[in-house]
């Protein structure tokens, strides 16, 4: 099942409001490209919930539920420096407020669009 994640403009407002330290145009960026497939898989009595996300626009990238979440940080982050969106942050000192901001970022969109355990 192919589930293209909608959101409304008030929740868009408030993800945008409530994070001044996110960079609202990747945010935008991300949740306006992701499509989230979900399918149960394993026997109907124990079934294991598997989640593939990729991105419109940018065939390729993606990432699944059974990645770590540093693996699935790292695959957005190739995709967004690899499409020029973003400039590459392992060049940047850690405490580099630019870095900082794209780094929560990705972190708040996976959180947003990934299922509470």
């Known amino acids: 099942m192919l589930n293209k994640i909608l959101i409304t403009e008030e929740e868009k407002n408030e993800i945008s409001n409530s994070y001044d330290d996110i960079d609202r145009r990747i ?9 989230v497939n979900e399918k149960q898989i394993g ?7 598997f989640i593939e996300v990729r991105f419109t626009d940018f065939s390729g990238y ?3 539920n059974f990645m770590s979440k540093k693996d699935m940080e790292r695959s957005i982050f190739t995709m967004l420096y690899e499409n020029d969106v973003v400039e590459d942050i ?3 000192d850690e ?3 630019e870095r900082v901001k794209i780094v929560k970022t990705i972190r708040q969109f996976l959180n947003f669009i990934l299922p509470k355990k």
């Open 90 to 92: 392992d060049e940047m």
């Open 62 to 64: 993606g990432f699944t």
């Open 43 to 49: 026997s109907e009595e124990d079934p294991i919930k």
């Open 27 to 35: 945010m935008n960026l991300l949740l306006r490209r992701v499509n």
């Open 95 to 97: 405490r580099n407020p």
